[in-house]
């Protein structure tokens, strides 16, 4: 009998362990997004703002987790009836809901934009390589075109005009630009996905998990 709950502890060990790796490692992709989102280009229409705040709200989420998940692991180790009370207690199921669903949210806005980025490099024929290395200036044009269309859909060509003339809308971002928000996507699809690996293992998606089984 003790040897079972050995093991199972040394389950928990490792699920603990994992999910703090996870939330650590979505937390520096978190910040290191929000820190350097000013050079990358915005194709979010008037809900830049509202994309900004949650960003902001996802990475602070997964700091709170990565802090939550290496203190459970520490104590799994040392004190591991400290994480049985805990589990036990409604204020902390309620806290660690409301943080994963927050970090689940920024990352599914986060994979929603990616999605809309390589959609647009798609429309123009573009691969993510290529935005990567480098476009020559046609290719660029045609690329910030598209970007003014997705952020303000149903303009015309003569307005798109009108706008790059007042300085309103970039005629041709760089090719920094372009690489700087490629690479933001990246690291944002990245991010999300250890996010919802980390609520997999031990969060709100492996509670609704249990809850459709145990129902099953």
């Given at each position: 009998?003790?040897?079972?709950?050995?093991?199972?502890?040394?389950?928990?060990?490792?699920?603990e362990?994992?999910?703090?790796?996870?939330?650590?490692?979505?937390?520096?992709?978190?910040?290191?997004?929000?820190?350097?989102?000013?050079?990358?280009?915005?194709?979010?229409?008037?809900?830049?703002?509202?994309?900004?705040?949650?960003?902001?709200?996802?990475?602070?989420?997964?700091?709170?987790?990565?802090?939550?998940?290496?203190?459970?692991?520490?104590?799994?180790?040392?004190?591991?009836?400290?994480?049985?009370?805990?589990?036990?207690?409604?204020w902390?199921?309620?806290?660690?809901?409301?943080?994963?669903?927050?970090?689940?949210?920024?990352?599914?806005?986060?994979?929603?934009?990616?999605?809309?980025?390589?959609?647009?490099?798609?429309?123009?024929?573009?691969?993510v390589?290529?935005?990567?290395?480098?476009?020559?200036?046609?290719?660029?044009?045609?690329?910030?075109?598209?970007?003014?269309?997705?952020?303000?859909?149903?303009i015309?060509?003569?307005?798109?005009?009108?706008?790059?003339?007042a300085?309103?809308?970039?005629?041709?971002?760089?090719?920094?630009?372009i690489?700087?928000t490629t690479?933001?996507?990246l690291?944002?699809?990245?991010g999300?996905?250890?996010?919802?690996?980390?609520?997999?293992?031990?969060?709100?998606?492996?509670?609704?998990?249990?809850?459709?089984?145990?129902?099953?």
């Amino acid at each position: 009998m003790s040897e079972v709950k050995a093991n199972q502890r040394e389950s928990e060990m490792v699920l603990e362990a994992a999910g703090a790796a996870l939330s650590c490692g979505a937390m520096v992709l978190g910040w290191v997004v929000v820190l350097t989102s000013g050079a990358a280009i915005s194709f979010s229409g008037g809900a830049s703002s509202v994309l900004t705040v949650i960003a902001y709200g996802a990475a602070s989420a997964s700091t709170a987790q990565c802090i939550n998940g290496v203190a459970r692991t520490a104590i799994e180790a040392n004190n591991p009836e400290w994480n049985d009370m805990l589990d036990s207690q409604e204020w902390y199921q309620n806290a660690t809901l409301a943080i994963d669903v927050v970090s689940i949210g920024g990352a599914s806005a986060a994979g929603l934009m990616t999605i809309r980025g390589i959609k647009l490099l798609n429309a123009q024929g573009i691969t993510v390589k290529e935005a990567l290395k480098g476009l020559n200036r046609q290719q660029r044009k045609r690329l910030s075109k598209e970007i003014a269309r997705s952020n303000a859909p149903g303009i015309s060509n003569t307005m798109i005009k009108f706008f790059e003339r007042a300085g309103q809308i970039e005629k041709r971002w760089s090719n920094q630009a372009i690489r700087t928000t490629t690479l933001r996507q990246l690291k944002d699809a990245i991010g999300a996905s250890l996010t919802f690996a980390g609520s997999a293992l031990g969060g709100s998606i492996r509670s609704i998990a249990v809850a459709v089984v145990a129902e099953e």
